[in-house]
Every structure is written in C-alpha cells, then in structure tokens.
C-alpha cells in the first residue's frame, strides 16, 4: 500500500503510458493514433519532470535564503522533448491529410484494402 | 579552425540548410548541397586522420567542461562511422537533381535538399555526440526529416509508409528517452564517459535493467532488427529513389552504432552480455532475420522490395557478428557496416537510374534490360555478388571475417548458417540477373537509352569502391580492427 502512495507518480505516468500504447496499437483511424501517440509522449515528459520533485524544494531561482531547490535539468531536457514531441504531430497529421486526399479515407484498414487491390 | 573539427562536421549540414532557403533555385541548391556534404567528408576525412595518429578528441561545446556542457567525442568508431556517412551522402548527391527531376515535383526540389541536409546533420550528430540526451535530440532530427523525405515519394503508397515509420519510430525513440530519464536518475548524469564510470555501481539494481531494456528494444526498432523490420520494406521501396540510396546506405547503420555504444562503452560488455542474455536473444533473432527477410525478398516482384528486404538480412549479419562478443566479430560487423553502404548504395543508385529510364522497378519491366541498359545492369550484377559474398567483393570480406570469428568461439553451426543464408542471395539475385539477361524485351515495347552520366558515375563509383575494398582489404580491416580492439580494450 506504501508503494502505491509513495510512488504514485510512477503509477501515473505507467497508466498513461500503457493507455497511449494501447491506443496507437488498437484503434484503425489515423488520427487517435496520433492522439495515443501524443498521450504516450506526454507520459514520459510528466516522468522526467516528476524525478525533478526534491522534496520541501522551491524553483530554481538564486536567491537569498534558498538553499533546496528542485533539479531544473530535467525540465530543461523535456522542453527540447516537448518540441520534438510538437514537430512530430505537426508532421504526423499533415501525413494524415494528404492520406485523406489521396485515398479518401483515414481508416487503417481502408488503405491496407486498397493497397491490396493495387498489387 | 582544425580544433572545430567535431562540430563543425554537425554544423556546416545544419547551416547549409537554412541557406538552401535563401538560394532557392533547385540547380544552385544542388550544387550548393553537394558541395556542402563534400565539405563534411572533407571534414571526416580529417577526422579520422586526426584521431589514427592523435588518438581519441574530446570537444567541449561553449567551452563548458564535460559533465555541464555537452561533449563531443570523437574516437575511432565514431570518425570510422562519420565518414561512411558523409562519404555515402556526396557520392548519392552526385546523381540527386537528375533523378529527382522525374520523381519529384519542381517546387518541391527545394524542400529536398533541406530535408536531406537536415536528416544529415542528425545522423552525423548521432555518432558526433558524446551525451545522452544529445543523442535523442539528433535521432529525431534526423528521423523526422527522414519520415518527410519518404513521403515525397511518387506513389501514394509512400505516405502511408512514411506514416506507419513514423509510429514506430517515435516509439523507439520514445523508448530511448525513457531509458536516458532512468538512466539520469540511477547517476545523475547524461554525460557517457560518465555514465560509464557510475553505472557499475547501480548495475544491479531493476531501475538500471529497465533502462536497459528500454533502450535496446528502442534502438532495434529504428535498426529494423527482425521482428521490428516492418517498417523498412515499404519505406525503402515507395520513396524517391535517392531517399532510398540514402537511408539504407546511412540510416540502419547509425543504429548499429547506437547498439554498439551503448552496450560496449555506456554499459560495459558483461552487463550487457552476461547479467542480461542479450547474447543469445540476438544470436537467434539475427539469424531469423537473415532466414526469414532473405525468404521473403525471393517472392518479391518489386526489386526495390527485394532489395529493402535483403538489407534487413543483411542487418541480421551484422547482429549475428555483433552478439558473437570477440572482437574479431564485432569487427566483421565494423567491416560489414561499410561494405553494405557500399554495395547498397551502388544497387540502390542502379534502381534508381532504372526508375528513371523506365519509370517503374516492377520485375517484369526488367525484360531485356541487359541489352538496353548494359552499363546499369552489370552494376547491379557486380552488387549482386557483392551482397552474396564472392570473392574480390567486398561482401566476401565482411563474410569471411564473420565465419571466422563465428569458427573461433566455436559456434560452427552459426558459420553453417551463415553461408546458407549467402546461398539463399544468390537466388534473389540470379532472378534479377535472369529477367534482365536471359529473357527478351517485350515485342512492342519502346526499347530504352542507357542511364544519363549523374547516375552512372556515382554507380560505378559505387561499384569500383566494392572491388577495391574487396582486394586491397588493408585500410578497412586495419580501421575496423582497431575500432573494435580499443571498444574491447576499455572506457571508450
């Protein structure tokens, strides 16, 4: 019981990760699976910025009468993730527009369809 | 200015590729890309010269010392690596504009050359990078501008490609970020010389082999290790020509390099090997992998599909040697590293002139191509027998140096099936050389011209680059080894 309180970040972050997975593997439409991705993503950026956490510290700021302060390196890290993870869906659903265009649908399992029919 | 070298290697790509934009017309940017990515090589090539007589350059970026500033560490592997990558991107340049001019639309030529400088510079800035974090940064750089690339393909089939590789590789890139968090959190550092020296101490514990767990299922998807290859085939066949060349000659062996790294200088060899059974897991899986993607490369009609599949076999060779754990074999893998850029780059090159001058790489146009196009076709049975491993091609050295390293440890069914996986190449390729040879153009059909120069330059650079290396063994072997005696020799 002391281990899921203690660690209930950790928890957090496991369920987001694991419902993100689950939803880039098993829906068919092209954009929840950017959404799952995005979801996926998102959960490794609240663990890093959650390992950051020292306890009773503040923000990093020099200032007189601070002397604990959270780890800012983390945050910095995720920031350069949180833009990867940005240029990625940006990327990712203009992909999905121009699959609407040329095939006329977003379903995984049209486009595997008319791929078949092709070869 | 000689000082700069390490980044200088990583920052002439990214700059050059800001300045394609104020250029703007396609045949400047052609030359000024290629230019560009002759300077790199230029630049590798001194790298390497560096690092043979000088041994292994530390850079500091902004002057800040190593564990605060991030660090660029250049030893062997890393210059060795560097420049088959700025050596393959020139070379693939040269035949560019030509072949795009049929593949790609006008407007978008532009968008090409920045698109290829950036995933360059990812790529360089891969194997550059001394840190962790950095290496992340870089892998998506250059994947992100890879998923583009392969999406100007022609065929709508290119973006549905392009889609599910970018799934798989934000996963595996995902993954290696999880991996640096619990790594950075066991030692407080992201800095791999460092890492090297504190990871020992917290090698026991499950945080550590989660990390690892992560990171190498990460890299293996993006170095299309079976079963994680699902992804390449499509991508390699339905992008423009020289995307392909491009990434089967660069991208996959990046990865190797990650693999490499991170299991031999971040982790040390008996984590990686004896604590986890990453030994045997690979053994089995490269050796599917060569079974399975040569099998399937047989019954492709698509050559482009055949000859994508095949490099995921060919990858399984150089799991195969890697997971061997001598250094004898992780230099077959070294050699095989090049070698494969090098016969690929040259059959790739020849898919490509063949796309040009007949629009299509479906088998059945090959009919009577050996006639048509003489000069092409004898470049890709050269490559041919290169990929199967006959001798006085470089695909024999690699080989070669992979039997005996398998003999050496006593794995003598692994040398067995190794050579068996070579006869099944021999099949893929013979059906290439039979249509191409031995059957007649099709009566009515327009009969067309041999490959302009751009492309046959290049080609039978390619393919000249595969006989030397495959007689005068002596530069990369002495290279290869090295690299791999000092990976096995200590800290990195």
Not at chain 1, 96 to 111: N, S
Not at chain 2, 150 to 169: E, P, S, T, V
Not at chain 2, 320 to 337: D, P, R
Request: aromatic share 12%; net charge neutral; with cysteine.
């Amino acid at each position: 019981m002391m281990m899921m309180i203690g660690l209930y970040n950790y928890w957090v972050v496991m369920v987001l990760m694991m419902i993100g997975l689950y939803i880039v593997i098993a829906h068919g439409n092209l954009i929840k699976k950017i959404v799952g991705l995005n979801i996926f993503q998102t959960s490794v950026f609240i663990f890093y910025i959650s390992l950051a956490k020292v306890e009773g510290g503040t923000a990093p700021i020099l200032a007189e009468g601070i002397n604990l302060y959270s780890n800012p390196l983390p945050h910095v890290l995720i920031l350069t993730a949180i833009v990867v993870g940005i240029s990625t869906t940006a990327l990712g659903l203009a992909l999905v527009v121009r699959i609407k265009e040329a095939y006329g649908t977003m379903e995984e399992e049209d486009i595997q369809k008319k791929d078949n029919q092709e070869c | 200015m000689l000082t700069h070298l390490p980044i200088l290697q990583v920052i002439v790509p990214l700059m050059a590729a800001a300045l394609c934009l104020i250029l703007r017309h396609p045949r400047l940017v052609w030359m000024f890309t290629l230019s560009m990515s002759g300077l790199t090589f230029l630049i590798s090539a001194a790298l390497l010269q560096q690092v043979v007589t000088s041994g292994t350059i530390i850079y500091e970026l902004g002057g800040w010392e190593a564990p605060w500033g991030i660090e660029y560490r250049i030893d062997l592997l890393n210059a060795y690596l560097l420049l088959i990558i700025s050596a393959m991107s020139t070379v693939v340049l040269i035949a560019a504009q030509t072949s795009i001019e049929n593949e790609i639309p006008k407007d978008r030529h532009v968008l090409f050359y920045i698109l290829y400088l950036l995933s360059l510079t990812g790529m360089l800035g891969i194997v550059a990078t001394g840190d962790v974090f950095n290496v992340f940064v870089f892998l998506e750089i250059s994947s992100l501008s890879a998923y583009a690339l392969i999406a100007m393909g022609k065929d709508r089939r290119a973006l549905w490609a392009a889609y599910q590789y970018l799934i798989m590789g934000t996963i595996g890139a995902t993954f290696i970020l999880i991996a640096v968090g619990l790594i950075y959190q066991m030692t407080g550092t992201l800095n791999m010389a460092d890492l090297a020296e504190r990871l020992p101490e917290v090698a026991h514990t499950r945080t550590v082999f989660a990390a690892f767990a992560f990171l190498i299922v990460g890299i293996c998807l993006k170095l299309a290790l079976f079963p994680l290859h699902l992804w390449l085939p499509n991508a390699y066949a339905y992008a423009p020509s020289i995307v392909t060349v491009f990434l089967a000659a660069t991208a996959t062996k990046v990865a190797v390099y990650l693999l490499i790294r991170f299991t031999f200088s971040v982790f040390d060899l008996s984590f990686s090997f004896t604590t986890l059974p990453l030994q045997t897991l690979f053994v089995i899986l490269g050796l599917i992998g060569i079974f399975a993607a040569s099998i399937t490369a047989i019954y492709q009609r698509n050559v482009k599909h055949l000859f994508a599949y095949s490099s995921v076999a060919q990858i399984g060779y150089m799991i195969v040697g890697y997971s061997i754990g001598t250094a004898t074999g992780l230099m077959a893998t070294l050699l095989h590293v090049f070698n494969h850029a090098l016969m690929k780059g040259a059959l790739f090159l020849a898919l490509g002139a063949v796309m040009y001058r007949v629009g299509s790489v479906q088998l059945n146009q090959f009919h009577g191509l050996g006639r048509q196009m003489p000069i092409t076709m004898a470049a890709i049975v050269i490559g041919g027998l290169s990929l199967i491993g006959v001798p006085l091609t470089v695909g024999f050295v690699s080989k070669w140096y992979l039997i005996l390293a398998a003999l050496e440890n006593g794995w003598w069914p692994v040398a067995v099936l190794i050579l068996l996986g070579s006869l099944l190449a021999i099949v893929y390729v013979w059906r290439i050389v039979e249509v191409a040879y031995f059957r007649e153009a099709e009566a009515g059909s327009i009969p067309v011209k041999e490959a302009p120069m751009a492309f046959l330059l290049p080609i039978w650079l390619l393919v000249a680059a595969n006989i030397y290396f495959g007689v005068d063994t002596q530069l990369t072997v002495s290279v290869a080894g090295a690299a791999s005696q000092s990976l096995f020799g200590g800290s990195p």
